[in-house]
């Protein structure tokens, strides 16, 4: 199958995941090594690469990806106090995983956003 990630495998079932929301657009489940006491991915149920390969086609997606990290926060608890939304793009930003996905990260304070 063309395009076919890890991602794409838990979008259809395929793998196991917590899947915490799921709609016509996009799928959001727990990430497997949380680095905060909320840690969701949001992912496009279609796969794009990175957000560097994301076009204008693709701005009803990227939205629904906002808007759902947004409402699972306050379903979490932790919209309140605040949370980090971030994108790993590529290599210089450490993307692991070539299925754009955003991290939802919350429950504790998260310090600076990158190291100086
Ligand atoms: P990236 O570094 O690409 O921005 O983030 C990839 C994320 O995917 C990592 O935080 C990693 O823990 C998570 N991850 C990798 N494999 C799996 C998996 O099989 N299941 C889940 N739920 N998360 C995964």
New binding site residues.
């Given amino acids: 199958m063309a395009q076919d990630t890890?991602f794409s495998k838990?979008v259809r079932g395929e793998?196991p995941?917590?899947i915490v929301h799921q709609d016509d657009l996009v799928t959001a489940?727990?990430?497997?090594?949380p680095?905060a006491p909320t840690?969701i991915?949001v992912v496009p149920n279609q796969v794009i690469p990175t957000l560097a390969d994301a076009s204008a086609s693709d701005e009803a997606v990227l939205g629904r990806m906002l808007r759902v990290a947004a409402d699972l926060a306050a379903a979490e608890g932790v919209a309140e106090d605040g949370y980090r939304v971030m994108i790993?793009c590529r290599d210089h930003g450490?993307?692991?995983?070539y299925h754009l996905?955003l991290?939802l990260l919350g429950g504790r304070p998260l310090g600076p956003m990158t190291r100086r």
């Fill in positions: 890890l838990i793998i995941a917590d489940f727990r990430d497997i090594r680095l840690h991915l790993n450490g993307q692991e995983v996905h991290h």
